[in-house]
């Protein structure tokens, strides 16, 4: 018999594939995402927003559609992949942020946001509704707003600037005191008011003819309606003494008559 022939048995052990994971994630624009690599060993990191390849965790700030895969070994050797499709939610309206560029201390200013679902306004100022897409503002000094808006899909849209409010003079052109007013209840000047808009305090005296007192108030609302001590008085020509002080700290003064007509 030929001794030379020999029979060799192999024994191959042939090991499943690792059962590779897929991760989808729907995120607003910016939005952080946390991932990690599980009970994987061996791994590696891929994808442009990674740093660092071989961290166990991974701290994404995403802003555009991206694919990220965890490469790995198991137990066996045997290579695999996870997948994880980062997938950034777009809203396709266009969200703006509208308010004047132009803001005078105890005037009006109107701020409006153009696109979104929700809104939420923050300021110092007193805000007449904090959730409406426009709000106003009756500004005294500088000053800052936010306004968080949300869109179709809950992601927030944040508007944050800081404004500048310019201070009105405080002088003739600004502070009104009429020189005649007729208080005979016909609903038409009955009462004698000083006005403006940028006025914080007033302090107004009124004197008859004899240097008497007949008038005087510190209250900007708080008006003349003709009487002196409880009783009408006839028409006349009234002195008067007016000091304003305007919101910004300006003040102003005025010296003048006022005629009373029935």
Same mark, same amino acid.
């Given at each position: ?53 071989? $961290? ?18 198991? $137990? ?24 004047? $560029? ?20 923050? $300021? ?37 600037? +800081? ?20 208080? +005979? ?78």
């Amino acid at each position: 018999p030929d001794q030379c022939n020999r029979m060799i048995h192999y024994k191959v052990l042939i090991h499943k594939l690792p059962e590779n994971k897929i991760y989808n994630y729907e995120l607003c624009p910016g939005e952080l995402v946390m991932l990690d690599a599980g009970n994987r060993k061996n791994y590696t990191w891929s994808g442009s927003s990674i740093t660092d390849h071989f $961290s166990y965790q991974q701290i994404l700030r995403i802003w555009n559609d991206e694919k990220i895969l965890l490469n790995y070994k198991d $137990s066996f050797a045997c290579l695999g992949t996870d997948s994880f499709y980062l997938n950034v939610l777009k809203d396709t309206g266009t969200i703006r942020f509208i308010g004047d $560029s132009v803001l005078f201390s105890g005037k009006t200013a109107v701020f409006c946001i153009e696109g979104g679902v929700k809104y939420y306004w923050e $300021s110092g100022e007193l805000i007449d509704c904090s959730t409406c897409p426009c709000i106003s503002i009756i500004p005294k000094n500088d000053f800052s707003l936010k306004v968080t808006v949300l869109d179709e899909f809950n992601c927030p849209h944040i508007f944050q600037i +800081n404004l500048k409010v310019l201070f009105p003079d405080c002088d003739s052109s600004t502070v009104f005191i009429p020189n005649a007013f007729s208080p +005979n209840q016909d609903g038409h000047n009955d009462l004698l008011f000083v006005r403006g808009n940028n006025i914080n305090q007033i302090y107004l005296l009124i004197y008859n003819r004899w240097g008497e007192k007949v008038f005087e108030s510190k209250q900007l609302n708080f008006g003349w309606d003709g009487s002196y001590k409880g009783k009408k008085l006839s028409p006349d020509v009234f002195a008067y003494y007016l000091e304003v002080q305007c919101i910004g700290g300006k003040s102003y003064s005025k010296k003048g008559n006022i005629s009373l007509l029935k």
